[in-house]
């Protein structure tokens, strides 16, 4: 698709500079990189908000060969929630529901209306007991 619409941008194939093959590995090429950096995208736009807003909190460990374990993260409303609320917490996990097959666990609790409020969420590769005391 990008290939023909390149073809219709510059007024034919031969005007186009490269070829569709050419094309396709530079796409293939990128996606690699992009898979390779996105955990430090991640981490970058966590760092980034909270340079505007001191009262984001976020935690996260990487292993040895430098893969995220887990990142939290909590902003300014879920942290008063908590310091309200925070008696009771409860954690429901999701599985694989994401492309790295990472575990989804959002802290939630109930407010004085007993409405479900969220106190922060984390994205795990394990359910060790560690993994989880690393977001607390």
């Known amino acids: 698709k990008m290939y023909h619409l390149l073809k219709e941008q510059f007024g034919g194939y031969e005007n186009v500079g490269c070829t569709q093959r050419d094309l396709q590995n530079y796409s293939r090429d990128l996606k690699t990189q992009i898979k390779y950096n996105d955990a430090h995208v991640f981490i970058d736009y966590f760092r980034r908000k909270r340079e505007i807003n001191p009262s984001f909190y976020y935690a996260y460990e990487v292993d040895g060969e430098g893969r995220l374990k887990y990142v939290f993260?909590?902003?300014?409303?879920?942290?008063?929630?908590?310091?309200?609320?925070?008696?009771?917490?409860?954690?429901?996990?999701?599985?694989?529901?994401?492309?790295?097959s990472m575990i989804f666990a959002p802290f939630i609790g109930v407010n004085h209306h007993m409405q479900c409020i969220t106190f922060g969420a984390a994205f795990l590769v394990d359910e060790k007991a560690e993994s989880y005391l690393g977001c607390l």
């Open 73 to 100: 993260r909590a902003n300014q409303i879920s942290r008063k929630n908590y310091s309200l609320f925070g008696d009771l917490v409860s954690f429901d996990t999701t599985y694989e529901t994401n492309k790295y």
